[in-house]
Structures are given as structure tokens and as C-alpha cells.
């Protein structure tokens, strides 16, 4: 029995150790790990939408060629002279050429008070209006949506991307932050395309310069609390320290506003809690806001700061921290979970961890390029010295620079103007100043794609025009850049005894094949106009890319001429090649069978109006290009030339 009573004794301590250790390892496992935290989300609201208008005066296809004038830099309110100078920023440094022509054009316009007030916000769509607060961003041969090809939707974006990054380089004034473009549109004026845009206030103005000087108080007494040996903050050795000692004071005295964040209508966008006014002065703000007032307490301490606007489970902003040249990811709102913790998951990462959500992928902090968001222009974080391990828990008299990183002092190409062929291909020829540099990552870029194209550090050429190539260093956002033409293919030229061949320039005759008939065009003496086909019964015309006289001289047919085809009823088909640049005022106009054209379009850049007028409906238009960008606007232009009711088809070339 005793035996028995020993073994129960044994089961019972077994059964009792099965259930208490469990609940010893998930002590301990809490102890040194934290549960999963949760965060805001989609509190950076989408901008809101900015509408295109259409005058209907406004003949578009009849422009007389114009050197372009980009406007946005120079002039936006009387003589250029006059015009006030741009006070920039470093998200400025990192625009796109259009989106720097934008956010001059938007600072100027804003401290000019050239925006339809808030008082008049609701009746705004009248033309009387729309010319009294206009603003002339671009004025040249072509729209400003063409001189930089873009589509309505990547010119909507860069207007926003524009105004983002205005905001950012000042967050100390509301106002660029409440002044946002509502309306644009192009119109042909006196020989000159002119790209407007306007303005308005969606937020009393008489209160900006008050909110201003509040922002400006408020500041002052939060950089003289850090200050406060009390609070013990500010490290005058070790900017690092300082950042992560701000980090904790400044979440911890603020407060999350659900409320905004929750609000999609327009006067929830234009809550002062998306600004710094909410999060320095009201201690109440969302993500924007965050950014934005943590950014101005870096700043006032000497310490570098950017604003990345992006998405992490919805439109979201956060910072980038340069420390000892390198960047590094900091999420204020995220600091705090909405359990109430004070974390510090998202303190001194690099991109790349960010884009990863810190080990999970649904929080994945990302800088979407096609967005309206401006993030994806800003420099990548490489930094992984100042971790928030690293600071916490090193003591402070054994803390050591980031002598290993060398920062980016510049970057260079070894030509600043070249020429290249069709067809032919180069590795862009980068050097990463100093040789030595630890980021030596570059990003290339064309101005004109449909001329060079760029595959990673491979330029093509694919058709002639000239355009900028912008290299751009990863650490520090410095750019040089290249201009290259590309010319147009030399015609062969069949050998001729030279006495003809001295007639070529003052042939005056048509030239009349089985093609058609053409005429030298004036002033280009390799260069020819197509007439008119030689059969107006034929049902079928092919334009040819070249043609040779009864001399043997070839010449390049670059034109179509007005109505040259007009009124062929018997025609079904009709090709023609890369070559033409422009096609004429009613050159295809009343062939009621035309149910078939092919455009090889790369390089045309004009339809006449009326071209296509009265072509067969549901008529079949296959344009071969090099992109989907040319696609759109050929479709844009022909069909403002008649050709509304066609069916078109893209085809890469």
C-alpha cells in the first residue's frame, strides 16, 4: 500500500508539473517578447481630385511650331522680373523637372494671395472666376501635359506630388498646406499654348498668418522643454541620442486623432491635424501632422529631416533622419500602438526594412511611384548604425561615430552632351563621387522616352528627338545630367552624275510615282510632302518612307499635306510609315470607307484638324509606338481630328 500510495503521490506531482509549466513558459516567453501591436491606417487621405477643364473656344491642333518657355520658374503673376523669388527646401531637390515647374508656380501664386478665397470656394466654376485667380504655369509650342508627356492622370498626380513637397519644405506655413490646385486647363493664345492652373483656399485666410505665428510660439516652447535639463533630451555630442530622446518626449505628449483620421470628407482633408498646427500646438494630430511637427523640432535642433509620403495599410506619412550622413525610416504616429505602448519597432530603420513592415508584410511602409504621394522621390534610408538596440543599450561614454559610412558627395557623367543612333545601344557612363562611397546605387531617367529608352543603366535609342538622361544617387539625391539627339536616318542616296545632282536643290516639280505625288518641302531639301494619292478610285494607299526623282535622288516623306486624300470614297486602307511628323488639316477627310489605318506613330506630332473626319465609323486605327505614354496622345489627337467613333489598338514597336 505504501508502495501504491508513493506512485500516486509521483502521478499526482507529474499532473501537477504537466499544468504549471506552460503557464511558467508563456510567463517567461511574455516577459522578453511583446505581442503583435496594431496601428493607425489610411489616415493620410488620397488628395483630392483636381479637375481638367476644356475651353470651348480653345482650337488646339492650330498652333504655329514655337520655341518652348517654361513659365513656372520665372513668371507667374506680371513681368518676370517682378515675379517673387522661390524659397525651397530639400524635398524640392528631388522633383521631377514638371514638378518643380508646379511647385514654383504654386509658391508664388500662394504668398502672392492669387487664390480664390474661402469665402467664394463654393462658387468657383464660372469662367469670370477661373481668369480673375488663373495661374500660368507653362507657356510654349505645345500643352504642358504634352511638353512633358504626361497623361491626365500623371498630370493630376504631379500637381500633388508638387504640393506635397511644398507643404513638406514648409511646415511652418499652413497655408500651403490649405491652398491646393482645383482646376487646370490649356488654351491657344495669341501663337502660344498657355497652361493654367487655380488655386483655392480651403481654409479661412485671414487666419493663416495667425496659425503661422501659433506654430511659430508653439515651437519655441517645445524646443525650450526638450532643452530643459529636466527632461534631459538634448545631447550635445551625440545627435543620435537627441533624436531618440525627442522621439519619446514627443509621442508621449501627444494624442492620436481618430476622429480626423476617420473623416473623408473635404474639410476632413483639410483638418489642421493632417498639419504641424495640430501636433505642436493642439497636441492632436494624425500621421501627417506627426511628420510634420517632429520634422520642425529636428530642424530648430540641427538635426536633418525629411517627410515621406506613402502607404502603409492606406495613405501614410512618416520621416527619414539623417544621422552622420545616412538616412534612416522613423514612424512617430507608429511609436505608440493603439494598445497605449510605447514601442520602438520603427525608430532608426532602413527602407528596405520598411518595405518589409519590419518582419510583417502587412505593415509595409511603401513609396508607390505611380501614386499621387510623393514618398518615392525622397532619398532611400541605408543607415543601420543609430539603431534604437544599438543606443539603448550601449552606454553612452562607448558610443562610436558611423566612421564607416562615407556619404555621397556627388555624381557625375562623363559627357554632358552626345549623339546616338537609332538602334543603338550605351551603359550610361556614371562616377559616384567619392570613389569610395558606401551607396553607390544611381537611378537613370529620360525626359523623352519615346526617343531614349532606359533599362536600368542601358540607354536605346528608338527614334530621333533629343532628350535629357538625369542620373540621380541614391544617398543624397545628386543629379548631373547628359543631352542627346538623335538624329534623323541619312536617306541613301542613289549615285547621280553631279551636275543632276546639283539640280536636287532647285527641283520645284512634283515628284509623281506609283506611290503618289510629292512636292519638296520648303526649306528641307532631303525632305518631301505627300500630295495625293495617284488613283483617287484606289482602295488601298501605302506612303511610302522614302521616294527618288528622275534624277535617283531619295528623299524622306515627312509630311502629309492638307486634304491630301480628302474625299477618296472608294479608299479602305491606308498605312503610314515612322516617318511623318505631321499629318494635315483634312488630309483623310470624307473617305467614308476608310475602315483601315495603320500609324506607324513614334515620330508624329501633329494631326490637322478634321484629318480623319467623316472616316468609316467603328474604323480600325492600330498605331505602332514605343510606349503606351505616345499611344495615349496620338489616340488624344486623332481623335480631335474626326476620329472619335474609331476603334483603337496598340501595338509596341
Known sequence: ???????????????????????????????DVKAAATYPTGDMHEPPAITELIPDDDPLENSAPKEDTLVGNTLILGDALNAAPIETGEHYRYLSPAEKAIYSALYRSIVSNNFIPYSQRTNTYTWDCLNTYKTLVYSGSSTFQNAYDLSTKEYENVLNRAQEALYFDHPEKVEFYMCHTSYYWSKYESGNFNSYIVITANYDETAFENIDSQITTALNKWISDLKNPSNNCVNQTWDALTELNVHDYYVGNLQYDHACAADRSTAGYYNLSHTAYGALVNHLAVCDGYS????????????????????AGGGHAWNIVRLDGSWYEVDTTWAISTEGELRHDWFNRTTAEYEKGVGDSSKAHLRN??????????????????????????????????????????????????????????????????????????VVKSSNYDCIEVDEHILRAIAPGEAIITVTSADGGHTAQCKITVPLPEPEKVDAPEEVADKQVDTVAPIDTEKGVFEITPDKNTEVTFKAGNNKKASSITIPSTVTDENGCMYTVTEIEDGACKGYKKLKKVIIPETIRTIGKGAFKNCSNLSVIKIKGNNLLKVGSGAFKGIKKGAKITIYVSTKKKFTRLVKLIKKAGGSKAIFKFKKQ
Open 369 to 442: 511611384s505611380s501614386s499621387a504621394f510623393v514618398g518615392f522621390r525622397m532619398p532611400k534610408a541605408y543607415g543601420t548604425h543609430y539603431t534604437y538596440d544599438y543606443l539603448s543599450q550601449t552606454d553612452v561614454n562607448s558610443l562610436i561615430r558611423d566612421e564607416q559610412y562615407v556619404a555621397v558627395t556627388g555624381i557625375s557623367l562623363s559627357q554632358s552632351e552626345m549623339e546616338m543612333q537609332i538602334g543603338q545601344s550605351i551603359v550610361a557612363d556614371v562616377q559616384i563621387i567619392p570613389e569610395n562611397a558606401t551607396v553607390k546605387d544611381y
Open 292 to 311: 510634420a511637427g517632429y520634422e520642425l523640432i529636428l530642424k530648430r535642433l540641427g538635426i536633418e529631416s525629411m517627410i515621406i509620403a506613402g502607404y
Open 1 to 31: 500500500m505504501s508502495s501504491s500510495k508513493t506512485n500516486s503521490v509521483k502521478a499526482l506531482a507529474i499532473s501537477v508539473a504537466l499544468f504549471v509549466l506552460p503557464l511558467m513558459v508563456t510567463s517567461i516567453f511574455k516577459a
